[in-house]
């Protein structure tokens, strides 16, 4: 069955320290990847996707992904955080020529002063 | 207004009410979707539409029905839900383009069935 998983429930971290998010999918068949963030009282905005190139993709705002096929991850990551990065994150895949969406349940971010 | 807008952004209800849920979105997108978004549950893609057709519909209850007039406007019109039916219901569209483009989502209705 195709899936998406985000083990990690809350992140705390310091400010301008470095962190990992991490995304892990199953899926039998090409998929694009997302990272939605979401902030208080807000819906769900993206931060950036994978849909086929380069497997290293980036944000305006300082983040990247990077896509591994035989890993089956995609996992997002910010080398220096700041208080305003404090959200919650949702990886998403999704299939080519289908409106099947499947997202994880999401990583809460808290970055500590 | 801009982007997508959401109304009402709350809501309770009694299990034997009818209500509806409004979705309008001001970016000229052709698709739209509705989501439930439930506490330590990913998101759960209930019904896509794709100029104004239905092309998704993931085993929801009847008990959800979805409208779509045009392409920028979306209701969701509920009637008997269960409790476990309160959850942040988030509307979201998108340029048609199956699976690739950006999906531009509302504030959401928090809704609360009693």
């Known amino acids: 069955a195709q899936s998406v998983t985000q083990l990690d429930s809350q992140v705390p971290v310091f400010e301008e320290a470095p962190v990992e998010l991490r995304c892990n999918y199953s899926?039998?068949?090409?998929?694009?990847l997302f990272w939605y963030v979401q902030y208080p009282n807000q819906g769900l905005q993206l931060l950036l996707k994978y849909l086929s190139g380069s497997t290293l993709v980036e944000s305006i705002n300082g983040f990247e992904a990077e896509f591994n096929k035989s890993q089956t991850s995609f996992h997002l990551r910010k080398p220096s955080v700041h208080i305003s990065d404090t959200a919650e994150y949702f990886c998403a895949a999704s299939y080519p020529g289908t409106y099947k969406y499947i997202f994880g349940t999401g990583t809460r971010l808290k970055v500590l002063a | 207004e801009t982007g997508v807008t959401q109304t009402p952004r709350h809501l309770v209800m009694g299990m034997t009410n009818k209500k509806s849920l409004k979705c309008e979105q001001h970016?000229?997108?052709?698709?739209m979707y509705w989501y439930k978004q439930s506490a330590k549950k990913p998101l759960e893609l209930m019904f896509v539409?794709?100029?104004?057709?239905?092309?998704e519909n993931n085993s929801v209850p009847s008990r959800f029905s979805p409208e779509c007039p045009n392409s920028s406007h979306l209701f969701l019109h509920l009637h008997t839900l269960q409790p476990e039916d309160s959850a942040l219901y988030l509307c979201a569209s998108s340029q048609d383009g199956p699976g690739q483009e950006t999906q531009y989502f509302g504030p959401g209705t928090r809704l609360l069935v009693l």
């Open positions: 970016l000229g997108h052709n698709a």
């Open positions: 539409y794709s100029l104004e057709e239905r092309v």
């Open positions: 899926s039998s068949v090409s998929v694009y």
